[in-house]
């Protein structure tokens, strides 16, 4: 059971009641596929509406971070994702920053500001996202 607080990833069902993801989806989330077909241990673009996402599967745990990073206007999901780190992070492809997978926080130069971060669940083997972040960057 996700507690209050927690990592913006989890494994399991709705709160709500026993239902299946063919029953409808709670308010607020959107069914971006099959778990299966994302790689693992690298980030895979998607583009939501107007909202430009990084997706990154590490084993069974799915992370969801917008897709451009805070210091330069490059696309994330071209940089490597190191999972050997705690927390687990992504690298902008241009100058080398680092976000947190969890909070959107960037933890190396040149970038300052975090980025958004969205929940994630996997639900059936379906990887369900929230449609809004869950925390905004810094403005």
């Known amino acids: ?13 709705f709160d709500e009641s026993p239902r299946g993801v063919a029953d ?12 299966a077909d994302l790689v ?8 939501l509406g107007d909202r430009e996402l990084a997706v990154v599967r590490l084993g069974t745990d ?14 994330l999901s071209e940089g490597e994702v190191d999972d050997d780190e705690d ?16 909070t959107g926080r ?3 130069l040149p970038a300052t500001r975090p980025v958004p971060v969205y929940d ?5 083997g379906r990887v369900l996202v929230s449609s809004e972040p869950v925390r905004e960057a810094d403005r």
């Open 106 to 108: 960037p933890l190396a």
């Open 62 to 75: 799915v992370y969801v971070i917008a897709d451009r990073c805070s210091h330069a206007d490059v696309l």
């Open 1 to 13: 059971m996700t507690e209050p607080g927690d990592p913006p990833c989890w494994r399991e069902e």
């Open 87 to 102: 927390p687990p992070v992504i690298e902008c492809p241009k100058h080398g920053s680092a976000f947190d997978l969890r």
């Open 40 to 47: 693992d241990g690298a980030a895979t673009r998607v583009v």
């Open 24 to 35: 409808g989806l709670p308010d607020g989330l959107v069914d971006l596929g099959a778990l």
């Open 120 to 124: 994630a669940r996997v639900v059936e």
